[in-house]
């Protein structure tokens, strides 16, 4: 069990974001909002400003002008209990190749301030089918091992908000599957999801609603047809 947080949140709400680096504009007058309960794809081609929109949510990163509400509140008068509340999973999967599987879960979830770090730690390895390889050094894990392991270690505090980028990576089918049945359990749990992604046939069917990203600005997908259709369809206008 997570140590209580005095801070909850059931929506957060981009409004008007840009982020300037430099002369180059990453994001452009962005505006989306998500609500516990919901898995929101985040599409567009590299350099689309994917990965900085998710830094600016997991408040790594600030914008140049317009704000993020959670709950209604803005990020810098919650502090720490907002971070509290937060679960990233990115390209570094901040895993130390010398521990174990138990072992990494198990200094994070200390990090958190978990306070039965043992029985947390023993959900998350059954939750990534790992139990077997619980005593087993990283070093040793396939990519797909790891990124399934990455995934356990951003969830242990049971965030409200789940940021992914690119979470598909190096995943075989079974992983894959695997992963799509946790998000699904996540958004059951009431969590908010936000993952970017170019893998479409793995996330077919599996967003609530889709935002592509192209050149910094965002729009919706409409609905009907595959989710490659309607992205090709949305990048299509976007360019004309």
């Known amino acids: 069990m997570t140590a ?3 801070f909850d949140f059931d929506q957060i709400e981009v409004r008007d974001i840009s982020r300037n680096f430099g002369r180059r504009r990453a994001l452009s007058h962005v505006t989306l909002s998500a609500r516990a309960g919901e898995i929101v794809g985040l599409l567009g081609p590299n350099g689309a400003g994917k990965s900085t929109l998710l830094g600016i949510l997991s408040t790594l990163a600030r914008p140049t002008s317009g704000e993020v509400r959670y709950g209604g509140k803005l990020s810098t008068d919650v502090g720490d209990p907002l971070r509290s509340r937060i679960g990233v999973l990115g390209h570094d999967l901040f895993l130390y190749a010398e521990l174990t599987a ?15 770090p043992s029985a947390r730690v023993a959900e998350a390895l059954a939750a990534s089918r790992l139990t077997a390889r619980a005593n087993d050094r ?5 990519r797909g091992l790891r990124q399934r392991l990455a995934l356990e270690r951003a969830l242990l505090h049971r965030p409200r908000l789940v940021l992914l980028d690119e979470p598909f990576t190096g995943l075989d089918d079974q992983s894959t599957s695997l992963l799509v ?9 009431g969590a908010i999801v936000l993952m970017a992604t170019h893998d479409f046939e793995s996330a077919e069917g599996l967003f609530d609603r889709a935002i592509c990203l192209t050149d910094g600005r965002a729009r919706e997908l409409a609905g009907g047809g595959s989710l490659r259709e309607r992205y090709r369809s949305a990048t299509r206008d976007a360019g004309e």
């Open 138 to 142: 990283t070093v040793s894990f396939s």
């Open 181 to 189: 049945e946790r998000l699904h359990a996540l958004k059951n749990e």
């Open 4 to 6: 209580a947080s005095p």
């Open 102 to 116: 138990a072992e990494n879960l198990a200094f994070f979830a200390r990090l958190y301030g978990i306070r039965d």
